[in-house]
């Protein structure tokens, strides 16, 4: 991939009991400028950062060593694990978000960042299924990278989750049963059979994340098709 442009985020600190790395998380800065973006992740009062950021023009700048736990994910859960800040990488995309009209990814950029999923992939052994949205790992908190994010492109590229094509299961019909599904996946789901406002976050996450053009919170029949194409 093309160079890579080193700024020094002072927010890390040391991967606990010297944790393998295990996911790769992406997310959008939701700023306006890469400029601003950069200076936010470096600004030891924020207390935020990633490894990298990848601009718009497909510029990538690396801000904390991969080996070092950036503070990127906060308060988050996937697959049984709380701490994703140490076991993972985040990367961050020049992106307006939600809040700047969620412009869409332009086309450097996702070469970019597909080009350094391939690096890292490959020099931590990393499963390529294991790369996943901050909204998936904190879907109370968090909308990125948004439904605009080029999902179907990375799994075409052999990267990222992504449902089969045919069932693997049966169609889900109860609340419960979704739930079920959405916590094998890797989400923090609750098994109580009710949609309170935990499941419906996670239910947007999941839509956000694999049927963008409908997210709505609720068990419409795309989503329970859409699940069951996943392994139980």
């Known amino acids: ?16 009991n010297h944790q393998c790395l295990d996911l790769i998380i992406i997310h959008y800065t939701g700023m306006e400028k890469v400029k601003e973006a950069l200076t936010r992740l470096c600004d030891p009062l924020a207390k935020v950062s990633a490894h990298y950021l990848i601009d718009q023009k497909g510029q990538c700048y690396q801000l904390v060593d991969d080996q070092k736990r950036a503070w990127h994910a906060g308060v988050s859960y996937w697959q049984g ?10 990367i961050e995309l020049d992106n307006g978000g939600h809040d700047g009209g969620l412009p869409f990814f332009l086309e450097p950029q996702i070469q970019a960042l597909l ?12 499963n390529k299924k294991k790369i996943i949205g901050h909204s998936d790992i904190a879907p109370l908190r968090k909308m990125d990278p948004g439904e605009l994010f080029p999902w179907l492109t990375l799994h075409q590229h052999g990267f990222g989750l992504w449902p089969t094509s045919t069932p693997q299961q049966a169609v889900p019909q109860s609340i419960r049963d979704v739930q079920k599904i959405l916590r094998i996946i890797g989400y923090d789901c609750p098994l109580n059979g009710i949609i309170d406002h935990q499941t419906e976050a996670v239910i947007r996450a999941f839509q956000r994340h694999f049927t963008p053009t409908e997210i709505t919170g609720t068990l419409t029949s795309q989503l329970k098709d859409t699940l069951s194409c996943f392994e139980a």
């Open 1 to 16: 991939m093309s160079l890579i442009h080193h700024y020094q985020s002072p927010n890390f600190d040391e991967r606990p």
């Open 81 to 90: 694990i709380r701490d994703i800040n140490g076991i993972s990488l985040g």
């Open 115 to 126: 080009s350094l999923l391939t690096c890292l992939s490959q020099k931590y052994h990393i």
